[in-house]
């Protein structure tokens, strides 16, 4: 689990329900059964609470998947679970687009609605 | 009937609703009426249940249509059968998007809704 | 009126609501003012119901237009009601998207819904 | 107010709502501030009751705006105004699309609805 | 907070809901945190109610952020409550679409309702 | 061959070497092999002499195309002959370009340089 | 002929050939035959001598062709005409970019090359 | 090799040296490393001496690749081969452009020139 | 005249000619005549001799542009004549690539060759 | 210094010139200033003699850069050294295309031409 804290800043319109993207085309980790590097783009859609995700932290912290093994479902997955525990946000939502192998393409979109 | 066998592998997190897009743009396969190949991308969105597609099987799978006489109707519902019946998806789409023939283009798009 | 007749073949699914979209890129008539030429695409896209609409009759059938007189909105309705007539689906979208005359694009959109 | 006459002709199928969608691109005006030409496109988008538009008419109808001086906004509610009183149409959308200004670009969307 | 006054003028059809967008692509503030150039688009999207923004004064609003150190998710909250007290439209929406920092980039999405 | 004239008007600077481009995108003939439509479009480029091509007769003379059986090859040819023949150019290329035939698409170019 | 004159500004650097584009997308003209508008876009590049196109007289220049009826090959070597007159460039190019006419596009390039 | 005829037809303005451009975006055949499928476009562009490619013929030759074993470079340079010895072109160049594998993409140009 | 210092670095491999491009989309300056910003986007290539350009300085060389008041044609000519003073290229070109002003869009190219 | 060995294949027309062109998108490094990654796509087009590249070995090889700190300069250089080393080519372009840092994207292009 990356070890790299999220931070957050505090949320400067709490009153109102905004929307925040956020687009990392530089994503890559690491395949967990051929060990060959993957790539994609990590996008973030999100209505902050109190805080909202500060985005140089959010860049160290995706670096640290570069030489982790990982599947794309568990990654999306992950990265999400993250960023609500950091930010407890009122809606999140992450898509990981990753890029072919094989001949195939898989786009993985999880979403995290307050309950 | 395709021999191949579609692997899975367990959810990661199967407590969450989330979606995972293939697209599978080398497609193809053979008209029964003429003989001659046909091209198409396969693109498969679902939300899995207790398994996920594994994707070098789904590949093989796919590959076996390769040399086979089947119609673009058939072919898109015959994908989605068969992967329903492999992994039972919450939810799950297949759209066959094939390339022109005659001057005309034609997609079949076909849904499953587990009960 | 067009004297060819649409050839359909039993729908593969019949149990399942599915989509089928048919572009016709290269449809040409004349129009019954000036006499000359107009170009547009033809989209179709409907759900079958015991019947599918066979491609290679379609074609015929949209070469028949190649020399008539017709307006766009007649020609886009004319060609919904011919399918319908044909092949009965459950629903049926017919769009007719017409070059530029005089400056001036033009879309036709029809939609039968069974009842 | 433009003193050319939006012909109609007949609705070829009243009894079906359908939609007619006319692009045109070539829409200049003047500015009353400024006096220079303004360049944009209007978007006319309407389910036709018994009446539909002539494309030759609105041509003409468009091209009185040449030398008029009027604001994006008033032009794309007058033009929504003109076409309702000459067809009556069920529905209507009147979009003006028009080109940058002082590096800022507007779009008015005006829409009718028969009651 | 800018000087510059949102000028405005009467709306030409008060009586009708309409959508005005304005699109500014050469926003630019400064980054609070390293002093450097920051650069995005502002897109406004309202529907007016007695007033309608004045686009020349649009454009100076904007330009007082050129040198201001203000975030992301700040500006654009502050540009939708500015714009809101200066016409009370009955709807608003303001995005700020900004360029890419550290291969990360952000847009922020806020709306205004009147109650 | 067509009997349509090409009209031509006098050159307004043939003291100058200069191109003119005209593409035609809406060109159709029959093939003579399957009897069915072709679909291309026409890109005619050329130094005018003494004169140059009138379009509104050009277009009646690609008209006459519409019902003619021809190959792609001849076509091409022999529109660059009758051109050539009608105005006498510096230089002159003409292009078709053809739509997808059996998954295969066929572009011919033909350049006549005067001696 | 157009009266407005195209005001000239100082070569900044007139000891080094270099290239400056204009692109002018807002142009029309009246088409002598019909009376009705034309669109284009005209496109200058030139090396400057020792004066440059002052661009707020070119605008005005180019309006003056709003309401005059001009064919295009006319129209492109009369701009070339004025602006070398206007500026004695060491090269000068213009190309007049049209809209659709009938089906067809016309685009008309001249050169200028000092002596 | 390829057992199927690639026939010809005689070239109608022998006379005239022009370009054919042929574009097969259904190339396929079978990696003989992994045995796996690939995919790619085949573009043949030639001048033709006394003989053309007969399309269908073309097309009946390429599908042959479809179940042989071949690299990237022999299949693009034994296609040029082959139809360099079928027509006797004046040129001629083939490039196969092949899909992505492992994240690499590859593309195959040879050319023939007459001597 | 922009007082920030263009740091350099040694060329790698001064003794190949080789190319380096760098794009600054993010350039903007004042209108020297109205005060108002300008936008544009800097694109600079060179083959390098002794020293290279080190990117962080030309970042902070080019944000001295911000608040300067400078026309188009002398921006992009001094950018080349400091460039060429702080590194000695081999060769290189400036391009300054200016949004659209009073509908109306410059860029400006101006080339070095050692000699 | 990467440690993997770029393999090579016989280049199966060692009597023709013909080109291949390698894209590489997956490309990542280390800035050595920074320590954070970077991105960039390379692209390799070369003219073989008696050698070709195997793509598998290039894979490994263009993975070994992952985690090392290397300028983008150097880096393109350097493959470029280490291919021509590898199979000694006729001729050999290399293009690395990295991705946006501080608003500036940069390209290097070097070459390689045997003597």
Redesign the interface.
Known sequence: MPSSTIET?P???PE???????????F?SVCPKTG??D?GEIRITYV?DAQ?IE??S??YYL?EF??RGI?Y??A??QILDDLVQAIHPRRMTVVGDF?????????????YQET
Chains 1, 2, 3, 4, 5, 6, 7, 8, 9, 10 share one sequence.
């Open positions: 800043f949320n400067p319109r109102r329900d905004y929307r925040i993207a956020i687009n990392c085309p530089e890559t060959l590097p790539f902050p909202c985005l140089k959010l860049k670096i570069r030489n599947f479902e568990h999306t997955n890029s072919v192998r094989g001949g195939i393409k898989t786009t993985v979109t999880a979403e």
